[in-house]
């Protein structure tokens, strides 16, 4: 039995982070059985996401509008660096954090050939005037490590406060899936680097 678009969809589900041929299928055949205005709206949800979301022209977080809401409300003498928007997601969730945002959109990795010139460490280095400390809250791996200290070691001789968060987060682990009450701990319990 040819089944070229069951096939087709299926393929397209299984490029999803976390999704194996099972779920992949699991996902197409629930397609199937939906009701036609529901995939309609769910296909017009993907294409709306995909051409009104862009990235903060200052942060870099995702938003609709040219900057996100954060940056046009929040005390932007405190920046907290990100790996990814949805760290963002995960810090906001605490509700303690008051400051605004940078989003490097990767770490340092040259294992995966990520270098410098890759993420957005310029345009952090550009939004620094007035700012009185940076927090680094990178993911507690190598590649975060090794991110860190090559911030801190550009940002602390210009007479700004850096401090990372507390490894209340354990090591290997991702911001995003971290609870709050230990996002809450590791952020409040940040130390100068």
Same mark, same amino acid.
């Given at each position: 039995m040819k089944m070229d678009s069951l096939e087709a969809l299926?393929?397209?589900? #299984?490029?999803?982070?976390?999704v194996g041929q099972k779920s992949a299928m699991r996902y197409a055949y629930s397609i199937i059985d939906t009701d036609g205005d529901k995939v309609e709206a769910f296909a017009q949800a993907l294409l709306d996401v995909k051409h009104n979301i862009k990235l903060c022209k200052v942060c870099g977080n995702y938003t609709e509008d040219s900057l996100c809401e954060i940056c046009t409300c929040r005390d932007k003498s405190t920046i907290c660096v990100v790996k990814a928007p949805r760290d963002i997601i995960a810090l906001e969730k605490m509700g303690d954090y008051k400051g605004v945002y940078h989003c490097l959109h990767g770490t340092i990795d040259f294992q995966k050939g990520i270098s410098v010139d890759d993420i957005r460490v310029k345009e952090l280095l550009g939004r620094l005037d007035g700012v009185e400390e940076i927090i680094i809250a990178l993911d507690a791996d190598i590649s975060g490590e090794m991110t860190s200290a090559y911030l801190a070691g550009l940002i602390k001789p210009l007479g700004i #406060?850096?401090?990372?968060?507390?490894?209340?987060i354990p090591m290997g682990s991702e911001i995003e899936y971290t609870d709050e009450m230990t996002l809450q701990k590791a952020l409040r319990d940040r130390k100068d680097l």
């Open positions: 299926a393929a397209c589900f #299984k490029r999803l982070p976390g #406060k850096v401090s990372r968060i507390a490894h209340g």
